[in-house]
């Protein structure tokens, strides 16, 4: 499918060297096997340290809640003391969603910065590369908060008295 496709213009000004296709008996350009593979090796890695920051940034919006509630909760007004942990989860939410908004901007931008970079010769497949790395991408940061609060909010609460914390705060709790 590869040899049928025209080669993309911004491959053809970029690409080393050359040779010659079988097929039409034309130079045409050529960009190393290896080369492509290390570049797209070299992406995946991104992929996975950017996966990485969606997880920080998750934990750092559940320890955000955490602080908040105790915060509010310790502040002594009454009207804030009974709607602390609304308050808490509603500003975590807001501040979720700015990090979703700021990572989704961030991440199509890389997306297409890595796919360029790995120098695919067809239109095709930089099209395809580019919509796998964005569906990556956006997957993990639209359903991180989702998988979290489905699989893993209120499991790791302890019981009364003997609450678990996570940096001296405690854990969540499904209320």
Not at 31 to 38: L, S, V
Not at 135 to 143: D, K, L
Request: hydrophobic residues 50%; aromatic residues 14%.
């Amino acid at each position: 499918e590869d040899i049928e496709e025209r080669p993309r213009p911004q491959f053809a000004a970029l690409a080393p060297m050359t040779t010659i296709n079988p097929i039409t008996g034309e130079e045409e350009p050529y960009f190393p096997k290896r080369a492509r593979i290390n570049r797209m090796m070299t992406g995946s890695m991104v992929i996975i340290i950017m996966i990485a920051v969606v997880i920080m940034f998750l934990i750092s919006v559940i320890l955000y809640r955490a602080i908040i509630a105790v915060i509010i909760s310790r502040s002594g007004n009454f009207l804030l003391v009974s709607s602390a942990s609304r308050i808490a989860s509603l500003t975590g939410s807001v501040v979720n969603l700015f990090f979703i908004l700021l990572l989704s901007k961030i991440y199509i931008a890389l997306a297409l910065f890595l796919t360029k970079w790995e120098m695919h010769r067809s239109q095709t497949t930089f099209e395809d590369a580019f919509t796998f790395k964005v569906f990556i991408f956006e997957f993990i940061n639209f359903y991180s908060s989702p998988i979290y609060i489905a699989f893993f909010k209120g499991r790791f609460v302890g019981y009364p008295g003997h609450y678990n914390k996570l940096l001296g705060i405690r854990n969540e709790d499904c209320a």
